[in-house]
Structure formats: structure tokens, C-alpha cells
Nanobody, 119 residues
Framework: QVQLVESGGGLVQPGGSLRLSCTAS????????MRWYRQIPGNQRELVAVLTSGGSTTYADSVKGRFFISRASVKNTVYLRMNSLKPEDTAVYYCNAAIRSVVPETDYWGQGTQVTVSS
């Protein structure tokens, strides 16, 4: 019933920008937080950014000043704007949300979207 759908990944040159989006849908009662993670193959998933229902944000040190998480005008949608991209930003990016629906608050994950930063 609850699902996250991501879009916006792709190939970009170093120094370029991308905007990822994630939309939660289903029988949603409330969303406590939305998060972006990334994962390089063979590595553990890394928390990149967090947006709480109150509007506060946190970022991994590696992306501070370059990445920005924000709420979109579209209901239950969050963006991750990525600027000044570096090759080391190459990863699969996942949206994650803590959502209360017909069941108690549960973490949901998007399918992931590939971001490749390369010349």
C-alpha cells in the first residue's frame, strides 16, 4: 500500500548537478522523516541527508554545502538537489521514509536510482 518512487538519477560530469525526487504514496497517516541514502556496490548504505516533519535538515559531512534536501510542493515528495558533483558521489541513491499508515511507523525504501559522475 505504501511505496516510494524515485526519479532523477543519471550520468553527469564532475561539477554538474542533478535533482533527485522521491514521492511516497498509499494509505499514509503521517511521515515523520524522509531521508536519502547512497550505496556504492560492495559498501554499506550511507546516510546522506535527513528532512524531518518539522523541517529540520541534517547532512553527511561529505555532502554538506553541496547537497540539499527539501520538501516539494507536491504532496509527500522530497527532493535531493546535488550540486558540484564529484566522481566519489557515484552511487545508487535511495529514498527512505518513516511512515505511519494502517500500521505503526515503518521505514520504507525506494527502488534506488543510479547516479554516475564521470567524464
Amino acid at each position: 500500500q505504501v511505496q516510494l518512487v524515485e526519479s532523477g538519477g543519471g550520468l553527469v560530469q564532475p561539477g554538474g548537478s542533478l535533482r533527485l525526487s522521491c514521492t511516497a504514496s498509499g494509505s499514509i497517516v503521517s511521515i515523520n522523516a524522509m531521508r536519502w541514502y547512497r550505496q556504492i556496490p560492495g559498501n554499506q548504505r550511507e546516510l546522506v541527508a535527513v528532512l524531518t516533519s518539522g523541517g529540520s535538515t541534517t547532512y553527511a559531512d561529505s555532502v554538506k554545502g553541496r547537497f540539499f534536501i527539501s520538501r516539494a510542493s507536491v504532496k509527500n515528495t522530497v527532493y535531493l538537489r546535488m550540486n558540484s558533483l564529484k566522481p566519489e558521489d557515484t552511487a545508487v541513491y535511495y529514498c527512505n521514509a518513516a511512515i505511519r499508515s494502517v500500521v505503526p511507523e515503518t521505514d520504507y525504501w525506494g527502488q534506488g536510482t543510479q547516479v554516475t559522475v564521470s567524464s
